[in-house]
C-alpha cells in the first residue's frame, strides 16, 4: 500500500451506487479504524470483503485479521479496544450467537467496539432472509442498538456510532442493525463525504487513564463478587443515561457538518401530525409502509408512520409525543418472543410499556411480518390498517397478536 494512493481517496465528496454493506465498509475508512476483523457469514460478510477490497486497492490502512471464528474475532477487537484501537466487527443470525460471550463482556467492560448486524434469520431450521432476533439478544447488556432503513443511513449511522459510543461519558459499545438482503445486497446512490468532514466531525479514540498498557498497568476484568457486582452495573446504567444527551449532541453536529439528517436521531415521523391510526416498524419496513401510508392518505384515510431508529437507548418521551394522539397503533414487529404476554413481538411490548404511563392510551395491535425475509407488502400493511380501524371503531381488540400472511 502507498500513503499517496490513500491520500487521494475520499478527497472530494462524491455519490456512489452501493450496498449497505458496502457503506458500512467506507464509513470505516472514512473513520480510520485501526483493527477490523472477519469471519464469513452471510449476509453480514459483504462488508469484510469490500473491506478487504479497500485496502488492497491502498484506500484503507488498518489491521484486517480473519479470526478462525465469530467469537475469536469479537474477542480480538475487544482487547484491541482495550489498548486504544479503533475497532470494528460484525456478524449475522447464529454467529452473532457464537461471539455471545465475547459481545457480553464487551458491554461489561465499557469498550466502544463498534459492530454491525446483518440481520439473519436463526437456525434451525436456516434461512439467509431478515429477522431482527438476532441483534436483539444484546438489548439488556448495555449495547447500543440501531435500525437502518438504507445504505445512506448505514454510512452516517457508522460515523455516529464512534462518535457516541468513544465520547468519555458513555465507552459502550454501538451495534448498527441491517436488514439481511434488503439492505446488506441492495444497492442504492449514497452521498460519501470526505476524508476531511470526517476528520473534523469524528476525534480520535482516546481511552486516557483507562488505556491498557505497560506503563499504565491496570486491571481489566476483575472478579468483583458481590461487593463491587452491582456499582458496576449501575456505572453502565448511568452510561446508557447519558447516552441520550451525546446522541442529541453527536447528530445535531452531523447535521451541521454534513448538511443531513432527520429532526430527531431516535425516531423518523411520516405524515403523523393529524394521523388517526399510525404504523411503527424498524428497519426497511419503511419503504412499503411509506408508499402504502400515501395511497391511504390519497383515500382520505388519516395515517401515519414512525419508524424507531434507535431501540437502545429506547426513547421514550420522543414515542409518547409521537403517538398519543393516534387512535390506534399497528406495531409490525420482523422478530418474536414465544411466551411473552399476548405471545407478542419485542418491540410491541417495548412501546406499549413506553405508552402506558399516558392517561389516554391508543388501542395496540401487534403484527408479526417478514420473518425470514419474506417480503412485507403494500397489501399487508392495508390489511394491518383495516384491523386496526376496526378494532378502533368498535372499541374491541379481537386478536392482539396477528401472525401476517402465513398459510396455514
Same mark, same amino acid.
Given at each position: 500500500?502507498?500513503?499517496?494512493?490513500?491520500?487521494?481517496?475520499?478527497?472530494?465528496?462524491?455519490?456512489?451506487?452501493?450496498?449497505?454493506?458496502?457503506?458500512?465498509?467506507?464509513?470505516?475508512?472514512?473513520?480510520?479504524?485501526?483493527?477490523?476483523?472477519?469471519?464469513?457469514?452471510?449476509?453480514?460478510?459483504?462488508?469484510?470483503?469490500?473491506?478487504?477490497?479497500?485496502?488492497?486497492?491502498?484506500?484503507?490502512?488498518?489491521?484486517?485479521?480473519?479470526?478462525?471464528?465469530?467469537?475469536?474475532?469479537?474477542?480480538?477487537?475487544?482487547?484491541?479496544?482495550?489498548?486504544?484501537?479503533?475497532?470494528?466487527?460484525?456478524?449475522?443470525?447464529?454467529?452473532?450467537?457464537?461471539?455471545?460471550?465475547?459481545?457480553?463482556?464487551? +458491554?461489561?467492560?465499557?469498550?466502544?467496539?463498534?459492530? %454491525?448486524?446483518?440481520? !439473519?434469520?436463526? /437456525? =434451525?431450521?436456516?434461512?439467509?432472509? #431478515?429477522?431482527?432476533?438476532?441483534?436483539?439478544?444484546?438489548?439488556?447488556?448495555?449495547?447500543?442498538?440501531?435500525?437502518?432503513?438504507?445504505?445512506?443511513?448505514?454510512?452516517?449511522?457508522?460515523?455516529?456510532?464512534?462518535?457516541?459510543?468513544?465520547?468519555?461519558?458513555?465507552?459502550?459499545?454501538?451495534?448498527?442493525?441491517?436488514?439481511?438482503?434488503?439492505?446488506?445486497?441492495?444497492?442504492?446512490?449514497?452521498?460519501?463525504?470526505?476524508?476531511?468532514?470526517?476528520?473534523?466531525?469524528?476525534?480520535?479514540?482516546?481511552?486516557?487513564?483507562?488505556?491498557?498498557?505497560?506503563?499504565?498497568?491496570?486491571?481489566? +476484568?476483575?472478579?468483583?463478587?458481590?461487593?463491587?457486582? %452491582?456499582?458496576?452495573? !449501575?456505572?453502565? /446504567? =448511568?452510561?446508557?443515561?447519558?447516552? #441520550?444527551?451525546?446522541?442529541?449532541?453527536?447528530?445535531?453536529?452531523?447535521?451541521?457538518?454534513?448538511?443531513?439528517?432527520?429532526?430527531?436521531?431516535?425516531?423518523?415521523?411520516?405524515?403523523?401530525?393529524?394521523?388517526?391510526?399510525?404504523?411503527?416498524?424498524?428497519?426497511?419496513?419503511?419503504?412499503?409502509?411509506?408508499?402504502?401510508?400515501?395511497?391511504?392518505?390519497?383515500?382520505?384515510?388519516?395515517?401515519?408512520?414512525?419508524?424507531?431508529?434507535?431501540?437502545?437507548?429506547?426513547?421514550?418521551?420522543?414515542?409518547?409525543?409521537?403517538?398519543?394522539?393516534?387512535?390506534?397503533?399497528?406495531?409490525?414487529?420482523?422478530?418474536?418472543?414465544?411466551?411473552?404476554?399476548?405471545?407478542?413481538?419485542?418491540?410491541?411490548?417495548?412501546?406499549?410499556?413506553?405508552?402506558?404511563?399516558?392517561?389516554?392510551?391508543?388501542?395496540?395491535?401487534?403484527?408479526?411480518?417478514?420473518?425470514?425475509?419474506?417480503?412485507?407488502?403494500?397489501?399487508?400493511?392495508?390489511?394491518?390498517?383495516?384491523?386496526?380501524?376496526?378494532?378502533?371503531?368498535?372499541?374491541?381488540?379481537?386478536?392482539?397478536?396477528?401472525?401476517?400472511?402465513?398459510?396455514?
Amino acid at each position: 500500500m502507498t500513503t499517496t494512493v490513500q491520500n487521494e481517496m475520499f478527497t472530494e465528496s462524491t455519490e456512489e451506487l452501493i450496498s449497505g454493506s458496502e457503506a458500512i465498509a467506507i464509513a470505516c475508512a472514512l473513520a480510520d479504524v485501526d483493527v477490523i476483523t472477519a469471519y464469513p457469514i452471510r449476509p453480514y460478510d459483504t462488508v469484510m470483503q469490500y473491506v478487504s477490497k479497500l485496502k488492497a486497492d491502498g484506500a484503507f490502512d488498518c489491521d484486517f485479521i480473519v479470526a478462525e471464528s465469530e467469537h475469536s474475532q469479537f474477542e480480538i477487537v475487544k482487547h484491541a479496544s482495550a489498548v486504544g484501537a479503533r475497532t470494528f466487527c460484525g456478524s449475522s443470525g447464529v454467529g452473532w450467537f457464537y461471539a455471545f460471550e465475547a459481545i457480553t463482556v464487551t +458491554a461489561g467492560l465499557r469498550m466502544p467496539v463498534v459492530a %454491525m448486524v446483518g440481520n !439473519r434469520a436463526l /437456525d =434451525d431450521p436456516g434461512a439467509f432472509g #431478515v429477522e431482527h432476533n438476532d441483534a436483539m439478544a444484546v438489548r439488556d447488556l448495555g449495547w447500543h442498538l440501531y435500525w437502518v432503513a438504507t445504505a445512506q443511513e448505514a454510512l452516517d449511522t457508522a460515523l455516529l456510532a464512534y462518535k457516541v459510543a468513544e465520547d468519555r461519558r458513555v465507552l459502550l459499545p454501538f451495534a448498527i442493525s441491517c436488514d439481511g438482503s434488503f439492505l446488506t445486497h441492495s444497492q442504492a446512490i449514497v452521498q460519501v463525504p470526505t476524508r476531511a468532514q470526517v476528520e473534523g466531525y469524528l476525534p480520535g479514540y482516546n481511552r486516557h487513564e483507562l488505556q491498557l498498557h505497560p506503563d499504565n498497568p491496570i486491571t481489566v +476484568a476483575p472478579q468483583v463478587n458481590e461487593d463491587w457486582l %452491582m456499582e458496576i452495573r !449501575r456505572q453502565t /446504567d =448511568d452510561a446508557m443515561r447519558r447516552a #441520550v444527551g451525546v446522541v442529541y449532541e453527536a447528530y445535531d453536529e452531523f447535521k451541521e457538518v454534513f448538511g443531513r439528517g432527520d429532526p430527531s436521531p431516535f425516531i423518523e415521523e411520516y405524515m403523523t401530525e393529524d394521523a388517526e391510526i399510525i404504523i411503527v416498524g424498524m428497519g426497511t419496513l419503511a419503504m412499503p409502509t411509506r408508499v402504502a401510508v400515501r395511497r391511504m392518505r390519497e383515500q382520505g384515510k388519516k395515517v401515519g408512520f414512525v419508524r424507531v431508529k434507535f431501540f437502545r437507548p429506547f426513547a421514550v418521551e420522543e414515542i409518547q409525543n409521537a403517538l398519543k394522539g393516534a387512535k390506534g397503533i399497528a406495531v409490525i414487529d420482523r422478530d418474536y418472543s414465544y411466551g411473552s404476554p399476548s405471545f407478542g413481538g419485542v418491540l410491541f411490548h417495548e412501546l406499549r410499556s413506553a405508552l402506558y404511563p399516558l392517561q389516554e392510551r391508543p388501542m395496540m395491535l401487534n403484527f408479526i411480518a417478514g420473518l425470514g425475509g419474506r417480503e412485507v407488502m403494500v397489501r399487508d400493511i392495508n390489511e394491518m390498517v383495516e384491523t386496526t380501524e376496526k378494532a378502533v371503531a368498535t372499541g374491541k381488540i379481537e386478536q392482539e397478536t396477528t401472525w401476517v400472511n402465513v398459510r396455514e
